[in-house]
């Protein structure tokens, strides 16, 4: 539904896709938004064809669909209603608690398809959480959503992304924890991936935020990515590689046994069938 995003997180993937636009993926990125205004219609559009399968459709895998501009364009909702009328199953990813606002519509959905939302949380610490997402809301107010979606009866993830080693991995057995106290029902992870002109601005966001621990954490972003700053191949960009990936990807498991993942279906959930299918966009969305 836009280009750019007010949360202005200093590691986002998508930053590079406003240099198509002749834009800064830097303070361009975060400051010159666009609206897709007739998205909605065009959504319709590829929804009326006879080739339309009602797939699982994810918003968005690029900026946050519920960035505060939402608020006003109300674009986002307005593709999950066309989702609904044509019985389209849908997954949305982000870290706004604007989704709230949404609920009707996503239950509606999920009563006529499926829906999902992941929340993305990567920080347990709201003061660090500012440094690097400055614009993003803190902690809190993201379980917080996530807690109203569950109580909702929608299926709800909580996504550690990104991790960035030796800055937030510490961070996994209390992210994990608050998420299974608010509800989530599934919870998964990514590495830090720095492709293109991302890694000089989450460098200089670093380095500015926090200059004692910045060389730190660019040691260990190296660590995993066999001595560089970012891995490109589908195949391992969102994961990491070494020993101390490794440990990693053990404190998760570890915490994700520890707080009951992946045991038990969501209450609310309404069949079997349904669970399936719900199960199998988690899937599509974390391999993305």
């Given amino acids: 539904p836009y280009r750019g995003c007010q949360h202005a997180c200093a590691y986002c993937y998508a930053r590079p896709y406003h240099e198509y636009l002749d834009l800064g993926a830097g303070t361009d990125f975060e400051t010159k938004l666009f609206a897709k205004t007739n998205a909605p219609e065009l959504l319709r559009k590829a929804f009326s064809k006879k080739n339309w399968n009602r797939e699982w459709v994810t918003f968005s895998g690029i900026t946050d669909c519920y960035q505060p501009i939402e608020a006003g364009f109300g674009i986002t909702r307005e593709c999950l209603q066309v989702c609904t009328e044509f019985e389209t199953p849908a997954s949305v990813i982000t870290k706004s608690y604007l989704v709230v606002r949404d609920i009707d519509v996503l239950k509606e959905l999920d009563r006529v398809a499926g829906s999902r939302v992941l929340v993305s949380i990567p920080f347990a610490d709201a003061e660090t959480a500012k440094l690097i997402e400055p614009q993003a809301p803190p902690p809190e107010r993201r ?81 995993i990515r066999g001595g560089k700053l970012n891995d490109s191949n589908f195949g391992s960009r969102m994961r990491g590689k070494g020993v101390y990936w490794d440990s990693i990807r053990d404190l998760f498991e570890i915490s994700k046994t520890r707080f009951g993942f992946g045991d038990k279906p969501h209450p609310k959930s309404a069949s079997k069938a349904k669970e399936n299918s719900r199960d199998h966009a988690g899937q599509m969305m974390l391999g993305f």
């Fill in 143 to 223: 379980f917080e959503a996530v807690r109203k979606i569950s109580e909702a009866g929608i299926r709800v993830g909580v996504m550690v992304a990104p991790i960035i080693p030796g800055l937030n991995d510490r961070d996994i057995p209390k992210l994990l924890e608050r998420a299974a106290a608010c509800g989530a029902s599934s919870v998964g992870y990514v590495a830090l991936h720095l492709p293109g002109s991302v890694k000089p601005v989450f460098l200089e966001r670093l380095r500015e935020a926090m200059p004692d621990r910045a060389q730190r954490v660019i040691n260990r972003i190296k660590d």
